[in-house]
Each structure stands twice: as structure tokens, then as C-alpha cells.
Nanobody, 126 residues
Framework: QVQLQESGPGLVKPSQTLSLTCTVSGASIRTESYFWNWLRQPPGKGLEWMGVISGSGSAWYSPSLKNRLSISMDTSKNQVTLQLLSVTPEDTAMYYC??????????????????WGEGTLVTVSE
């Protein structure tokens, strides 16, 4: 059974880079059986799909974030990482890692994803 655990700093200052890690257990991140997604939910707003990486390392990003977002893999630690550049208070959100067996970009339908992490809250503030 695949399990996901997000980790990262709870507080980031404006203009800094946000780095988050999704530690995967129960499957290799290099498997072709899953796509590894990042989503976020700002306070009081809906889910936003950010990007996805496949087991082969190919990544796709939301058009609104692609200039600031990078998703990569650390196969030695079985982790998927997210880096978001030049954060602003608008990037304050609960960030989730989610695994899907099928590839559908931009999905915010929770049932599309087979496994979710618990999420990690990131606040962008001085």
C-alpha cells in the first residue's frame, strides 16, 4: 500500500524559495504504476493542481506556475521534491502530495487520486 508524507518548513519569507519533500513508501517512485502530483489549497479556497512527475522523471506543470515551479525526484531516498521560487503571501496554502494511477493534468477531483498525504501547511510571511 502506497503511503505519502509531506515535509518542509512551515514558514517561508516572501521572495524566498519554498522546498517541500514527499516521502513515498510502499512503492518505488520510479514505478510506471503511479504519477506523483502536487496540489495545494489556500485558506478558504479550493484545490489547485500544481504539477506532476512520472516514474521516468518527466514533469508537467500548471501554466500559472511553470515559471516558478520545479518538481524532481531523489531516487536514493524515494522522495519527490517541489521547489517554488519567489514565493508571496498568495502561496500560503496546505500543500499535498498525491499519487494517481492515471495521468490527467490539472485534476482537482479528489477521487482521481489513489493516495494522498496528510498535507503540510506553508505560510508565507515576514
Amino acid at each position: 500500500q502506497v503511503q505519502l508524507q509531506e515535509s518542509g518548513p512551515g514558514l517561508v519569507k516572501p521572495s524566498q524559495t519554498l522546498s517541500l519533500t514527499c516521502t513515498v513508501s510502499g512503492a518505488s517512485i520510479r514505478t510506471e504504476s503511479y504519477f506523483w502530483n502536487w496540489l495545494r489549497q489556500p485558506p478558504g479556497k479550493g484545490l489547485e493542481w500544481m504539477g506532476v512527475i512520472s516514474g521516468s522523471g518527466s514533469a508537467w506543470y500548471s501554466p500559472s506556475l511553470k515559471n516558478r515551479l520545479s518538481i524532481s525526484m531523489d531516487t536514493s531516498k524515494n522522495q519527490v521534491t517541489l521547489q517554488l521560487l519567489s514565493v508571496t503571501p498568495e502561496d500560503t496554502a496546505m500543500y499535498y502530495c498525491a499519487a494517481a494511477k492515471t495521468f490527467i493534468m490539472s485534476s482537482t477531483t479528489k477521487d482521481h487520486y489513489d493516495t494522498w498525504g496528510e498535507g503540510t501547511l506553508v505560510t508565507v510571511s515576514e
